[in-house]
C-alpha cells in the first residue's frame, strides 16, 4: 500500500490568512490535528492544577474542539482566538449555548489582551503553520512575545507540535522569555501508507511555564 502513496509537488501555505479563510468558507466539521483531547487530558488539566476558574486563551483554535471538551470538564473561562473569520463564525453559532466561551478573530502575532491574564496558553499547530510561510522566524518572534506577556506569572503556554525539538526549542528560547522548558513525546497512531515518508513516529509537547517573578 505505501508504494502507491504519491505526494503533491507542493503544499497549501498554512501560515497563510487565505489559505484557511478559503479552507473554512467550504468546510463546516470539526477537526482536531495531531492529538485529540483524549489524549491531552492528563497533560493539560494538572497544568491547570485542577481549577476550574483558570482562564485559558486557545490560540488558532480552528474547528477543533478542545475548546468544548475543556468547557465540559467544567473549564468555562476559554477565549479561543484565531485570524479566519470564517471559522469564527462558525465556532460563535456551534458554540452559541457555551455562553461563557469566547470566540474572537485575532492575529496571534498581535494578542490584543492585557498582560498577565491567562493561566494557560494552548497552542496544536498554530506555531508549526507559522514557520511553514514567509518571514516565520519573526513572525514566530513576535508570537512567542505575545504569548508571554499575556501569560500569568506561573502560567504555562502548551505547545502540540509535529515538531521535534531540536526544530522547535530555538523558537521557544530568547532573553525575553524568562520561562522554563519542558517537552515529551506521544506516540502517533501508525498509518501504513506513510510509514515510508514520515520522520517521526512521534508527536511533541512542548510546556513553557513562565517565571514567576516575571511579568
Known amino acids: 500500500m505505501g508504494d502507491d502513496l504519491e505526494l503533491p509537488d507542493t503544499f497549501p501555505d498554512f501560515s497563510s490568512r487565505e489559505y484557511w479563510e478559503s ?6 466539521t470539526s477537526y482536531d490535528w495531531l492529538l485529540p483531547f483524549s ?26 474542539r478542545i475548546g468544548e471538551e475543556l468547557y465540559r470538564d467544567g473549564f468555562h473561562n476559554i477565549t479561543n482566538i484565531d485570524y479566519s473569520a470564517a471559522v469564527i463564525r462558525q465556532m460563535l453559532e456551534k458554540y452559541r449555548e457555551m455562553e461563557e466561551m469566547d470566540f474572537t478573530e485575532m492575529n496571534v502575532c498581535n494578542i490584543e489582551f492585557p498582560p498577565g491574564c491567562f493561566d494557560m496558553v494552548f497552542d496544536k499547530c498554530t506555531l508549526d503553520c507559522l514557520l511553514c510561510g514567509e518571514n516565520s522566524f519573526q513572525k514566530a518572534s513576535m508570537m512567542m512575545q505575545n504569548v508571554f506577556r499575556v501569560l500569568k506569572p506561573g ?9 521535534m525539538p531540536d526544530a522547535r526549542i530555538g523558537y521557544l528560547k530568547n532573553k525575553f522569555l524568562n520561562w522554563t522548558i519542558e517537552h515529551a513525546k506521544i ?6 501508507q506513510f510509514t515510508s515518508v514520515e520522520l517521526s513516529q512521534y508527536h511533541y509537547i512542548y510546556i513553557c511555564t513562565k517565571a514567576y517573578d516575571s511579568m
Open 187 to 192: 506516540a502517533k497512531v501508525p498509518l501504513e
Open 39 to 64: 489524549q491531552l487530558r492528563n497533560i493539560i488539566l494538572p497544568r491547570l492544577h485542577d481549577n476550574t476558574q483558570s482562564e485559558i486563551l486557545i490560540v488558532g483554535c480552528g474547528n477543533s
Open 155 to 163: 502560567g504555562v503556554y502548551m505547545l502540540v507540535s509535529y515538531g
Open 23 to 28: 479552507r473554512y468558507s467550504s468546510e463546516n
